[in-house]
């Protein structure tokens, strides 16, 4: 995390101080979700834009005419049927699903690599990452935010050595993604976990009780009342969350909650996709079937939804 994204994070935590108390905290390390929208297609298919197309993209469909965004629909599904056998099938359709996730983690690693990489050898040193990321802050003692700058360094370095396989303290661009996004790679879970515990372990023994639970998502602010859905969290930690019923959960407990490995989003939103679009009900998508029902996968002039067009050329 490089200074200004770390500048943002505290604004956004500043801003959920300031926030209303019944408004949901969402832990940062959650599996990564397709959208942040509400998936409901009796009001919109915003949710479905931005699975199918990553968020970014999915802003640029909604400036094009009907005419417009079918036609660069179609080009997409040219891309998404792998095997070229003129259908799309639920696991075609579910791999693009990942593919347009992703391709913002990609840009994201591009655009820090310029920055960190300073002398320019197609790799990036923990003392290049260090020296860019916080360098004169480190200076001075006593930074007028009150923040420790050096305890956040402590735990870059920790999951910096965690990616880099090798130990050289030197990262590939794979490495440096892992760095960036560990979520995103298997054997950089346990790092992920441990940090997310290391934020809500209030009391510092190891676990994390029901209390420190719901106070990571929610404040009380001297409400004694709480919104229904502090009440449901609550069960959920009961229920679900706390498998061996101790009060607490554990490092495993925690793995499975925020890192949950028994739902693939992408492949749920593949069959809801397919389901929806499957006129003869054959279990695949035809360009033709796809093209019909545009609307439900990219937006455009005609749904008014979204922002200015950013890019045209993407396809």
């Not at 913002?104 to 860019?132: C, F, M, P, T």
């Not at 802050?137 to 402590?154: E, I, T």
Request: charged fraction near 40%.
């Amino acid at each position: 995390m490089d200074l200004r994204q770390f500048l943002m994070c505290l604004s956004l935590c500043t801003a959920f101080a300031l926030s209303k108390p019944t408004e949901k905290k969402d832990r940062v390390h959650h599996e990564p979700q397709l959208s942040d929208k509400v998936h409901n297609d009796a009001q919109n298919f915003d949710y479905d834009h931005d699975a199918f197309l990553g968020a970014e993209e999915a802003k640029t469909f909604d400036q094009l005419t009907p005419e417009e965004s079918k036609e660069r629909l179609g080009k997409i599904v040219s891309k998404i049927d792998g095997d070229k056998d003129g259908f799309v099938t639920v696991d075609e359709l579910k791999d693009w699903i990942k593919f347009a996730q992703k391709r913002w983690i990609y840009e994201d690693v591009e655009r820090q690599w310029k920055g960190h990489d300073l002398n320019e050898d197609g790799l990036v040193s923990w003392e290049e990452y260090k020296n860019a990321t916080y360098g004169y802050v480190l200076d001075d003692p006593d930074p007028d935010d009150g923040f420790n700058y050096k305890q956040m360094m402590v735990r870059d370095e920790r999951r910096f050595k965690m990616a880099d396989k090798d130990g050289d303290l030197i990262a590939t661009k794979e490495e440096f993604t892992a760095f960036l996004h560990p979520e995103e790679y298997d054997y950089m879970k346990d790092i992920v976990v441990q940090e997310t515990m290391e934020d809500i372990d209030k009391n510092a023994d190891g676990f994390i009780d029901l209390e420190e639970y719901i106070g990571d998502m929610y404040s009380h602010d001297g409400n004694t009342d709480e919104p229904e859905w502090v009440k449901t969290e609550r069960e959920q930690f009961v229920e679900f969350r706390d498998k061996n019923r101790d009060g607490k959960m554990d490092k495993e407990e925690t793995k499975d909650w925020i890192l949950p490995s028994d739902y693939d989003h992408a492949e749920a939103e593949a069959r809801h996709l397919v389901y929806e679009s499957d006129q003869n009900k054959d279990g695949k998508l035809t360009k033709e079937e796809i093209v019909d029902k545009y609307d439900l996968f990219v937006g455009s002039q005609a749904t008014d939804f979204g922002e200015a067009l950013v890019r045209h050329d993407e396809f």
